[in-house]
T-cell receptor, first 112, second 115 residues
Framework: EAQVTQNPRYLITVTGKKLTVTCSQN?????MSWYRQDPGLGLRQIYY???????DKGDVPEGYKVSRKEKRNFPLILESPSPNQTSLYFC???????????FGPGTRLLVL | AQKVTQAQTEISVVEKEDVTLDCVYE???????LFWYKQPPSGELVFLIR??????QNEISGRYSWNFQKSTSSFNFTITASQVVDSAVYFC????????????FGTGTSLTVIP
């Protein structure tokens, strides 16, 4: 089954404790992206990747890192989480930046 | 400046009414793509439609229809004879092919269909 998976689905952590949210897709998509969803703000793009070893900033990259060492995986790293990073995070993939994106189920993060 | 504006934050309609969700976008690109996604209460994001800037034909899919007007930079979405299952948050999105690889979402419209 074609899908985008994210782990964990729910995470509670404390300020400053490094965490990684994994994202994996099995559709051989070149383009992958991370978004955060906050009430009243819609979805905002954090980082995206056009292909392996090619990443770029979206609208809200501060406090986040990403890497794309393999085509199927695109982890999101919060090196020192802060409470303002409490949000719902979505990973997505597609064949290109202008193609239909397929989304993972979301990861709900609470930073205390 | 917001590249995609969904001015309607929340809409409530009674079942079987028609409802139109507005989407206004801003771009200087000649080639761009517009999308609508649905987020039901369960939280997943469901793709509804993709339209490129060269195709202004309106599209109909069952009870759903989309009106793309480049002259007003709008890509509105109409649900005919709404049903309770249409209750969701709907997002309009833009991708610009000439100037970048980013994807821009609007802030969403929460639709409640009352039985």
């Amino acid at each position: 089954e074609a899908q985008v998976t994210q782990n964990p689905r729910y995470l509670i952590t404390v300020t400053g404790k490094k965490l990684t949210v994994t994202c994996s897709q099995n559709m051989n998509h070149e383009y992958m992206s991370w978004y955060r969803q906050d009430p009243g703000l819609g979805l905002r793009q954090i980082y995206y990747s056009m292909n392996v070893e090619v990443t770029d900033k979206g609208d809200v990259p501060e406090g986040y890192k990403v890497s794309r060492k393999e085509k199927r995986n695109f982890p999101l790293i919060l090196e020192s989480p802060s409470p303002n990073q409490t949000s719902l995070y979505f990973c997505a993939s597609s064949h290109g930046a202008w193609e239909t994106q397929y989304f993972g189920p979301g990861t709900r993060l609470l930073v205390l | 400046a917001q590249k995609v504006t969904q001015a309607q934050t929340e809409i409530s309609v009674v079942e079987k009414e028609d409802v139109t969700l507005d989407c206004v976008y801003e771009t200087r690109d000649t080639t761009y793509y517009l999308f609508w996604y649905k987020q039901p209460p369960s939280g997943e994001l469901v793709f509804l439609i993709r339209r490129n800037s060269f195709d202004e034909q309106n599209e109909i899919s069952g009870r759903y229809s989309w009106n793309f007007q480049k002259s007003t930079s709008s890509f509105n979405f109409t649900i005919t004879a709404s049903q309770v299952v249409d209750s969701a948050v709907y997002f309009c999105a833009l991708s610009e092919a000439d100037t970048g690889n980013q994807f821009y979402f609007g802030t969403g419209t929460s639709l409640t269909v009352i039985p």
